[in-house]
């Protein structure tokens, strides 16, 4: 059974910032202090190798959280 997206960005959120990250959790990139400018494109490029989309420059800058990760995800896999 392949994972959620919800599933899959906890696991590469976890890995990235180094902590647990529960799927769904509503994470904001300004409340979490490991989350910095390199940390943000290693979560941008694990999410693009995860889910095979890419995200343009604009996309990348508008993340500040879990939730616009997902909505970036969905719009790239909406046909």
């Known amino acids: 059974m392949p994972a959620s997206v919800d599933e899959t ?4 959120l976890s890995l990235v910032l180094e902590r647990p990250i529960a ?6 990139r300004e409340d979490e202090a490991r989350w910095d400018s390199l940390k943000h494109l290693e979560i941008i490029f ?8 890419s995200f ?5 800058g ?7 990760l ?10």
Do not use: H, N, Q, Y
Not at 62 to 68: N, R
Not at 70 to 79: E, G, L, M
């Open 9 to 12: 960005l906890a696991e590469i």
């Open 23 to 28: 799927p769904g959790e509503d994470l904001r």
């Open 56 to 60: 343009s420059a604009e996309e990348i």
């Open 46 to 53: 694990a999410t693009e190798a995860a889910f095979g989309v």
């Open 62 to 68: 508008e993340v500040m959280s879990i939730a616009d």
């Open 70 to 79: 997902r909505a970036k995800v969905a719009a790239a896999d909406a046909p």
